[in-house]
């Protein structure tokens, strides 16, 4: 059957894992023949899970019959598939730690399955930086250099936003202390500290106070009404420190992401 479509004999499995925002990403990935819409119908209505011939469902929602309890479309009981015990568990699972999954599909192409988890209880290199009298952890894998700013480095454009130089670049800064309402030690860049971060290919400097030191992070999750915030933008989590205080973990991609629509200083 993948000869006759023109594929390859062997088939293809994708797996990816990325961070984002407060969640890792998992997704997986065939090259195979897609959902079959039409035995996906035929199995449902043969369970009494929809009405007439489905006809006027959308894809999305002939997708999510998948998740229904004991649908299968196996043809036969083994002991991984038939028996009706899978996507609905997997997703019931995700619910618990307030997780998602989603499933797409295109006939002749294959199926994407992505799980978004939480990050509740994943541990990172991170370090510890400080703003004024608040803390806060830079995962370690996001950082590329830090180092103290000359004053002659520093270049402003027309339309007032920071750039330094760094060898033969320039890199936008974003000052932490401007996006978290708080007071620096000093306002000015040859005072401070300058940390190198990098996500999705693009450069920022974070201007902060102090680099306190690394150390290894366990992630919790923040709740609705503090993640909706507008003070707690670009974070990711948060951890607990040693003396019980609440230290917030900074999403560098986030941070990137403010740097092309905003302007804070």
Known sequence: ERLQAGKPETGVIFLNARHDEGDVMI??????????????????KKRGMIEGNGSQLSDRQVTSLLFRPGFSTADKITEVSGRGVGMDVVQQNLKNIRG?????????????????????????????IRVGSSLFIIPILSIRESFCPAVDSVTITPDGNELVRIREYLFPVVRLHSVYGLTPDSEELD?????????????????????????QTVIK??????????????VSGCTILGDGNVCLILDVQ????????????
Do not use: W
């Open 191 to 215: 005072k401070g500290i300058l940390v190198v971060v990098e996500a999705q290919g693009r450069n920022v400097c974070l201007f902060v106070d102090e680099i306190m030191g690394q150390q």
């Open 27 to 44: 997704t997986i990935k065939d090259d195979g023949r897609g959902l079959n819409r039409e035995k996906i119908l035929a199995t449902a």
């Open 254 to 265: 986030a941070l990137v992401e403010m740097d092309k629509s905003e302007k804070y200083h």
């Open 100 to 128: 998602a999954v989603d499933i797409k599909s295109k006939p002749g192409e294959g199926t994407t399955v992505q799980l978004n988890i939480p990050l509740t209880l994943a541990i990172i290199d991170g370090m510890m």
């Open 221 to 234: 999750g923040l709740s609705d009404y503090i993640a909706k915030s507008r003070n707690v933008k670009g």
